[in-house]
């Protein structure tokens, strides 16, 4: 049944975690400890933020709330208690009641959290149903209620839709409609915007800022990103290797001396020195030119005639000069990545050129990428000295001892231990396949290097450490970078020009310390949507 | 959805074309056939037999034999029996039925069977449940399917309680309508329960794997977070959203029941086209073979064709691309 | 949280691999060594002795003494029945191991008549009874087993090396190449396969000499099941030409035989070696089944499938239940290839 917000002492917490720790069986017979001794509270209509970097236990304690945890997960102390009753002593059908009507949940991948095959609207009515003793009428009443409120104009139409018919920020807004349906007094928001892109990331808080205000809702806020907690969080609290390291309110905490705090509350302080020791260097010769890309995708469907040709880039002009640094900016489709493709060769643009200095064919090995996702630009059966030494192999670079020494070398340079340099590199963390292939890269001896979205996967704080490895680089090696991304992290200590793409064109070119006055309507979406999301006080300059 | 079937039917027909390009290029390979063994007979001249050689066409070469037997199939003959003397289709028709009456009850019982109880099997969190299951179901599953059909005939031997094999009991034609009817249901028994264990253990464990796999879905963890009752989860959430692999199953599984059919016919002596197969071979009559091949295609082709039906009905992503 | 992708049954996934590998292992050393281990030849024929049943081993005699050592008597028809034998009290023969009896060639090498265990003349040991010519059926059980267990590995070979061929062609030239090779396996993988089976033996030479008749049953299996195998290493190879890694390596300058040689083939391979162990017991099952129609090898060589094949005659089924042994044989087989199959393919889906 639906309870109202009435009839509790204020004294008691919605929820009390005490002394909780939960341990994983995982392979081997190893246990994995998730979470140590976590003490924490969530009040009435009071937003709690947990800040930590992946693997710190945020989400094992989002699914204990909810007694999700999955099966090889024990809780080895500590109790959770929903209104001054454990949990653990829940039998299932008290778990029914509280899941989806005291509480709700909602996850990192919107796209994933939605059923595929049912239509929206049953899916809707159905957690209704659940909880609920209402006719069918008002189950249909209440739905398209609660769509409108999530800011769907047509809720009829979402009803009858089915999810891969919305784009992900459309299904995140389905998925916190279902979840607060029931109207719950607390809402569990699990990384709830990692998928989405800046504009939609900020389009989200601001609906959860709005919801929370309107249903006096409590929430617990789960992520990585410091900068959502500003406009959001009552109270933060601060998880690293499973134990709350910190808390507070966001302003304490920024004023803490603790380096690990600072990284991770605002990464790019730590490149403002790194980008002073790398200077300027906008003065050097022209590395590449593009000139009048353009690229068409036609897809053509089986026994129909009719083709659709996608304009995905369209006259695109581009300078790289050499030790300099390049941001192409734009939202998912925007042709981005294809423009990277293109100058990595592993597109055929339809038309235009690319020079490389004077000259119009490709030099061998001289632009290299680094790929969005680390884990499928490794081999998952090749050990990371193998990995790194592979450009060697290939050009036939000396002797076997050799090549191992430099791929060694290189591990050390990009910050790897080379004693793991036995290790497949599915035994590698994110950060650390990112930075092999980093390495393998480096191996090549390139002089452009293309970043493809390189990050997007990575915490922000792993975001940081990597930029300024890579300015680092740059100042040693003398290396180019064109860095693509749909956000504007970073980019003013790096970049020395921002170029901003859309629908297969280059819409604005700005320096990026313009990039605040621009008048583009696409540049502004993406200013406003950073602004919200931003840690206030504590500006960055360059 | 009709441009959608319509494609499906047009590939299906292309596919059928293509079996028989391939059986007519392999009987081309093929160095006997019925003639050549009358060869032997001495009381035949050469004469005689170049004359039948010349009647049936034999003597012309391959696209010309080819394209006569696709005018024959046209009109519904599926070429000649040499054996009977008579269009194939008139030994194949009757046989073909014989099969269906088989195959379609033995496909239904053994889904109706194991939707429900692989999806149960696949919710089901305690251990022992799963240890019985997976021996079970392995242990089955490693049954060739020639014990299981000798053991349905030993079980009908022994126990005297079930007719031994054939489709009617002999003095079944004098008597009514119904009492035939029973007759043969009383014969379909046993072939049909030895179809269904060599199916229903595959059906079986590829439900269980796929709901199982819907289970750990992140979808799956959201609807349970919202307090939706375990029957519901299980049965309406997961079971539709497994129901893609599932559906392709369907026409595997229609493949994989006609082709053990064909064995437990030929054991059970039920009068479907297994046996006639294995006689055709044996006699040389190789367009039997052949429209036995063909039909046998052809309802596999109806099975996929529904199971894209059940697809489309289900899955709405399909419903877009069509 | 990665490891929980790892799984919690790990370990005993390692212990299900390891004894479905011993006992494979153990199956095939046994039907390697079957001269040896066999008491009798395959072709021996006792007249005497048709159907008898499995010979009765005895550690007590009729006088009620016991012997540590077990024995038989030896056994002779009953009067005025064929099929049914008495044991004679007064002529015991003791189990003798290592003793000389039949023949046998072992490898196509060695030739010896050294034998495991067996029983001196006139007794007979009939472990698992004999046939209607009175052969030895555990002697042709492990016969037969070299028969189809050999037959199941070459015919899973010869599908998997040609489509290991057709499939990495058209994955590797795609376009036209990859439309005709893809639409030519669809025509194999679409017929009901035990009737496209049965069709390509039967337009082949039915009366020919039992190893002519083995290699044409191994080719026709093979042929007809390279379908499934061709299209997996074709999207193998076309889901790995897309990887980043593979892009990387071509941006590093590496040639097409590099690609294929420390990329794609490695790939390919698992998968292939993967698809392997689920043909092996189909096919094994399909010479059974080819020589239980009498299309497969016939006599006076065994092969589980022939040996089978009596069993269909009523009063053989009836009676004589040591007949159905040889349907008994391949589950061991089956069991332990099933979940082979199934380890090494949820390690293959976790690893790509």
Redesign the interface.
Known sequence: MISGNLGLPKTEPLFRVSGFSVEYDAAGGDVVSALRGVDLEIAQGKTLGVLGESGSGKSSLALALMRLLPRNARIAAGKIQHQGRNIAEFTSKQLREMRGAEVALISQEPALALNPVLALGKQMVDVLKAHTALSRDQLSVRSLEMLREVGFEDPERIMRAYPHQLSGGQRQRVAIAQALVCRPQLLIADEPLSSLDLVTQAEIVELLQRLKRDLNLAMLFITHHAGVLASLADHVLVMREGEVMAQGSLDALQRSADPYLQGLLSPERNLVEAAKAAGPNAAARTLLQVRGLGKKFVQQHMLSRRKFVVQSLDGINLELHEGGTVAVLGRSGSGKSTLARCIAGFETPDAGEILFGAAKRRPPRLVQMIFQDAATSLNPRFTARQIVAEPLEIARWKTEIERTARALELMEEVGLDSDSASRLAGEFSGGQRQRLALARALAAEPKLLILDEAFSGLDLPLQAQMVRLLMELQSRHGLTYLYISHDLNFIQPWAQEVVVMEAGKIVERVAPSQLAQSRHPATRALLAASERLRVPGREVTA | MIRYLA?RI?HGAL?LL??SI??FV??Q????EYLSDLKLNAQISPETLAGLRSQYGLDQPLPVRYWKWIKSSARGDFGYSFAYNTAASTLLWPRARNTLLLTVPAVLISWLIALPLGVLAAGS?NGWVDRVFSFGT??L???????IA??A??IA??SGLFP?GGMTSVAAHDQSWWAWLGDVAWHMILPIAALVIGLLTMVLRHVRTSVREVLE??????????????M?LLF??AL??A??PLISLFGLSV??L???S??IE??MSWPGMGPL??E???S?D?FV??G??ML??V???LGNLLADILLYA????IR?QA | MSFLSVGSGFQRKLFKLSWAIWILVAIHVTVILAGFIAPYDYQTQDRLHPYAPPTRLHFVDCAGKFHLRPFVYVTKPADGSLTEYTQDCAQAAPIQFFLRGDGYTFLGVFKSNLHLFGVGAPANLFVLGTDGFGRDQLSRLLYGGQVSLFAGFVAAAISVIAGLFFGGIAGLYGGRIDDIAMRFAEVFITVPWFYLLIAVRAFLPLEISPVAAFLLVVAVIGVVGWGRPARLARGVILSARERNFVLAARGFGASNAYLLRRHLMPLTFRVLLTQMTVLMPQFILAEVLLSFLGLGIGEPFPSWGNMLASAQQYHVLVSYWWMLLPGLAPIPVFLAYHSLAETLQERVKSNI
């Open positions: 494609r047009i596919l293509g079996v391939l059986m392999l009987l390979a093929a160095r006997g969190r392995s242990t599953l490693a049954l060739p399917d020639v014990l000798l053991m005939l030993l031997l022994k031994v879905s992140t979808y799956m963890r959201a609807a349970e977070g919202h307090g939706l009752p375990r519901k309406r959430y539709p959203a129901a893609n493949a994989l006609l082709s053990v064909l064995l030929i054991v197969l294995l055709s071979i044996l040389r190789l073979v052949i036995a091949v046998s295609t309802f596999l082709l289900f899955d709405p992503r877009r």
